[in-house]
Nanobody, 118 residues
Framework: QVQLVESGGGLVQDGGSLRLSCAVS????????MAWHRQAPGKEREIVAA???????YYADFAKGRFTISRDNTRNMVYLQMNSLKPEDTAVYYC????????????WGHGTQVTVSS
């Protein structure tokens, strides 16, 4: 069983920064591919970034150069550092996990709200 709990969301001004955290309860955390997704009002959920290890990461085009995903396998934590935030980054951000090689993310947190004011 895998449980995910996000934290770190909030209200920030245009150009500001936030760091999201995801605490993961899983015996096999180190073999999981972890990702952050987001869903804005009226829009479909989209992937933001994913990480298997430090040498294996993925970023959506809108996240490249502004967001950084990282993980700490000793603490079962995943992070998303978000810099240069824009109003269009406003969304609920979800932490997700899957076994590497699987297409779908099977485990999801409840999400944390990020609001960027202009």
């Amino acid at each position: 069983q895998v449980q995910l709990v996000e934290s770190g969301g909030g209200l920030v001004q245009d150009g500001g920064s936030l760091r999201l955290s995801c605490a993961v309860s899983a015996r096999t955390f180190s073999i999981l591919t972890m990702a952050w997704h987001r869903q804005a009002p009226g829009k479909e959920r989209e992937i933001v970034a994913a990480i298997y290890n430090s040498a294996s990461t993925y970023y959506a085009d809108f996240a490249k150069g502004r967001f950084t995903i990282s993980r700490d396998n000793t603490r079962n934590m995943v992070y998303l550092q978000m810099n240069s935030l824009k109003p269009e980054d406003t969304a609920v951000y979800y932490c997700a996990a899957k076994l590497r090689g699987n297409q779908d993310y099977a485990y999801w947190g409840h999400g944390t709200q990020v609001t960027v004011s202009s």
